[in-house]
């Protein structure tokens, strides 16, 4: 949960991007990072294997608002997609105050995509965590690709409880900057209520 640094006065919140192999989690983060203030953001980190992009996260601090007198620090952290490196999803989930679960839309990664939300979930409640109760929004990524599942299917497959959900084409910032103010909106809801 949430780490409160007295000195500097800052609140600093964990967001993961969860989803599966190559759905457009690092390029979500790569989108925002571009198009940040340079003041705003510390350094992205980014460690690549020859089978997937993303083998541990990218970090990105995000400064956005106030409670009570506290700056509000966001740090943003993809997963690796593949089943493989699930003791690094585990290790990435610790501690997270908000989870993006990013959707490929298109009709022949259903099945990667419903295998990755049941990972986030059982990864969550290893740790004590339950999804239905953090702050939590899905992006349907790749929009803009044909052979797409309408949002429809989507959400009866992949968001049964309704959470906020988003349209999305990460390479172009179609959706990213609404995903994520809607969980941080989500997570700063939570540290008001003083969960």
Request: charged share 25%; net charge neutral.
């Amino acid at each position: 949960m949430s780490f409160i640094n007295y000195a500097s006065r800052e609140i600093n919140c964990k967001i993961v991007y969860y989803g599966p192999g190559l759905c457009g989690k690092t390029t979500n983060l790569q989108y925002i990072y571009q198009k940040t203030a340079p003041d705003a953001k510390g350094k992205m980190i980014s460690l690549a294997t020859e089978t997937e992009r993303t083998l541990f996260f990218d970090f990105l601090p995000l400064a956005l608002g106030e409670i009570r007198g506290f700056k509000t620090r966001f740090h943003l952290y993809t997963v690796p997609g593949q089943v493989f490196y699930d003791a690094s999803r585990k290790l990435i989930l610790k501690g997270v105050d908000g989870v993006v679960f990013v959707a490929d839309s298109q009709e022949e990664r259903i099945d990667a995509n419903i295998e990755s939300l049941e990972n986030l979930r059982y990864n969550l409640n290893e740790q004590g965590y339950d999804l239905d109760k953090l702050p939590y929004v899905v992006q349907y990524n790749k929009r803009d690709l044909p052979h797409v599942m309408s949002v429809e299917e989507l959400r009866r497959e992949l968001n049964p409880t309704g959470v906020l959900d988003f349209e999305a084409c990460a390479t172009t910032g179609e959706g990213v900057f609404e995903t994520l103010k809607a969980v941080a909106k989500l997570i700063l809801m939570d540290l008001k209520k003083g969960r």
